[in-house]
């Protein structure tokens, strides 16, 4: 009998290894507990509380914090190198170098991101070396001199300028999307007005100096900011900050997940790596995009959108990995998931009215109750275990229209015509005799021949032909393709 634990408090629990199949953990609080490689087939986790105990938030909290101060500290030896610029001891150049390299910086990382900066440096520090050595060179009574010395100090600020600007950046735009992740919003206030006030403190002394340091604390809570909104252009800023503030989090890590239900739990700072989440119903779930995903699914922003709000009209899947996913119910009118591998999906209910399932790979996907009207289904992969049951559909595409061949081949071919119930799977029952005749192992070769000379005799007119065989696994032999011809024969039904 599958055990019980709803409502209770399992705080710091370990439930490593354990066989849990079918356990009712609704509405408990499981912050911290340990699930690691535990089967956890068909459980219930409806309305837990997943994620940090409240020291370990803390804790993390009191890091974040730490980062910023040293951020802080980083753009505060910024603005003294830019306040070279009214030094006597110092050339103007050298605080004009590492002026043009804040200046790019700041430009670069607000509208293309933190990785392109790398380039933008490069670039900026060739410019202003040459700019450098401009300035140091001197034409005295037509002799050329060279202050060499003012040229390695300028070269040295300008490099130590944008080795800062990028530490300081990344380590404080971490520590903010740290602290974003996993505290409520009132906190982070009150760390933006915290960090912002110790960084005039300290350098109230030097204006430039204070004035770097300030907008270097704003960029950082900008980019945190951004990072944690899902923007791409900072998603290595989000990545990192989402797996630190896991530390110490619910752990799911290598564990079975297969048709468990987290509907509207709370998840962040959850560890989901290596588990099996296949068909796991995540509808209406808070702070799914605050987990460690790992190489899941649950890495993907539009595919997590959908799974938590069931939304998914217009989205391109195309090419995806969405092994497994549930998108039970879930609106996807015009979706494209071409080439897309939807094995073991579960898409019980879901409106794919003129969804392009070309190529897409569907062993073992659930259909049942879906709409298909208007999918254009050429070349789609379906086997004798997709589930065709009670599918709501009243014409398809059998090609998807180009410019080179823009008819879609509708079926029925009668526009006026449509499929009364039941006679979709009436048509679609000689793919699965035809293109996917799959044999378990130890079957005698000679029968895959018997069998096929009868369907070819029962089926003159199709002209069928074995053209390839392929291995699928261990125990299965695919007879892909017969003929191309086939499809006429199909499309007379």
């Not at 354990?18 to 087939?41: H, K, M, P, W, Y």
């Not at 004009?96 to 900066?117: D, E, H, K, P, S």
Request: charge should be neutral.
């Amino acid at each position: 009998m599958p055990q019980d634990f709803s409502g209770q408090n399992l705080r710091g629990r370990s439930f490593k290894g354990q066989n849990l199949e079918g356990a009712n953990f609704s509405g408990a609080d499981i912050r911290g507990a340990d699930f690691t490689v535990a089967n956890l087939r068909r459980a219930n986790f409806s309305h837990a509380t997943a994620g940090l105990q409240r020291r370990w938030a803390i804790f993390l909290v009191l890091v974040s914090c730490v980062l910023l101060g040293m951020s802080e500290f980083l753009w505060f030896l910024n603005g003294l190198f830019v306040s070279l610029l009214s030094s006597n001891s110092f050339s103007p150049t050298t605080g004009w170098t590492v002026l043009i390299v804040l200046v790019a910086f700041f430009a670069v990382t607000i509208r293309q991101g933190v990785a392109a900066f790398a380039i933008a440096a490069v670039i900026a520090t060739a410019i202003a070396v040459v700019a450098v050595i401009a300035a140091a060179v001197s034409n005295s009574i037509g002799v050329i001199t060279v202050d060499f010395s003012q040229v390695a100090i300028s070269a040295v600020a300008l490099v130590a300028g944008a080795a800062v600007s990028v530490a300081a950046s990344i380590i404080g735009a971490i520590a903010v999307a740290i602290v974003r992740v996993i505290a409520v919003d009132g906190v982070f206030v009150a760390v933006i007005v915290g960090a912002i006030t110790v960084a005039g403190a300290m350098s109230a002394a030097i204006v430039v100096a204070a004035a770097v340091t300030v907008i270097g604390v704003l960029l950082n809570f900008y980019i945190g900011w951004q990072a944690v909104k899902g923007d791409e252009q900072y998603s290595v800023v989000r990545n990192m900050a989402v797996n630190f503030a896991a530390i110490g989090g619910t752990s799911f890590r290598g564990a079975n997940l297969s048709n468990t239900d987290f509907t509207q739990a709370m998840l962040k700072s959850t560890d989901f790596r290596k588990a099996n989440l296949t068909r796991t119903c995540f509808h209406k779930t808070k702070k799914l995009d605050r987990v460690r995903p790992g190489t899941t699914y649950l890495q993907k922003a539009q595919v997590v959108s959908v799974l938590v709000t069931g939304q998914g009209q217009d989205l391109n899947f195309e090419r995806g990995d969405l092994r497994g996913v549930n998108f039970q119910g879930a609106n996807l009118v015009d979706a494209s998931f071409i080439g897309a591998d939807l094995s073991a999906a579960n898409l019980q209910d879901a409106d794919l009215s003129r969804a392009k399932l070309v190529q897409a790979q569907l062993n073992g996907t659930n259909f049942t109750g879906a709409t298909l009207t208007g999918a254009y289904i050429q070349d789609w992969g379906i086997t004798t275990d997709t589930k065709f049951d009670g599918v709501r559909c009243e014409y398809v595409y059998m090609r998807l229209p180009t410019k080179e061949n823009p008819d879609p081949l509708r079926k029925p071919d009668n526009h006026k015509e449509v499929f009364a119930d039941g006679e979709f799977g009436e048509f679609i029952q000689p793919i699965f005799d035809t293109l996917d005749l799959y044999h378990n192992q130890g079957v005698d070769p000679r029968a895959i021949a018997v069998a096929f000379k009868e369907l070819a005799e029962n089926n003159p007119s199709a002209e069928l032909e074995i053209v390839a065989i392929e291995r699928r696994g261990e125990d299965k032999i695919l007879l892909p393709d017969f003929s191309r011809d086939v499809e006429k024969e199909i499309g007379s039904r």
